[in-house]
């Protein structure tokens, strides 16, 4: 068909440990509670600066030449606010 095809919103998924410590200006320390898992790690963190908005939403991507058949879905950490990109932010969050 070879247009552009409009993206699809999918529904939010959990997040890893408190979900509303997206809040908080750039640059700001803000608290972190750790999931269970990570009740092992030494030391387990209890802030973490805020460097970017997350979280950032999952799309349907329908790339041409893809069999119906097929679902993708991208992460679009692109729309984290910053140019290093959505993975990298949340794990210098906790430096």
Do not use: Y
């Not at 349907?60 to 606010?81: A, F, L, Q």
Request: charged fraction near 25%; hydrophobic fraction near 35%; glycine fraction near 12%.
């Amino acid at each position: 068909s070879g247009g552009t095809t409009a993206m699809t919103r999918m529904p939010r998924r959990a997040c890893f440990g408190t979900c509303a410590r997206r809040g908080g200006a750039f640059g700001e320390r803000v608290a972190f509670v750790p999931p269970s898992w990570a009740e092992g790690l030494d030391p387990v963190p209890t802030t973490r600066v805020n460097l970017g908005q997350f979280p950032t939403p999952i799309h349907r991507w329908n790339p041409p030449g893809i069999p119906d058949t097929v679902e993708m879905w991208i992460k679009r950490d692109d729309w984290s606010g910053m140019e290093l990109g959505g993975n990298k932010c949340r794990k210098l969050e906790f430096l």
